[in-house]
């Protein structure tokens, strides 16, 4: 019934790629070991949507 308010797995995950992009982003300035880290996940969550997109 509510399935319209729902957003799809990939929306989420996209979501979360750029939030941690902009982390990433913002402690590259000033830390760059936990900036890599965020870029890391960043990575990680990337490869899962390009893995959905193949499906």
Not at 25 to 38: E, I, M, N, P, V
Request: hydrophobic residues 35%.
């Amino acid at each position: 019934m509510f399935n319209f308010m729902k957003s799809s797995p990939k929306k989420k995950l996209e979501k979360t790629y750029e939030k941690l992009m902009k982390e990433a982003y913002r402690l590259s300035h000033t830390d760059r070991k936990a900036g890599d880290a965020k870029m890391a996940e960043a990575e990680e969550v990337l490869q899962k949507i390009k893995n959905l997109e193949t499906k």
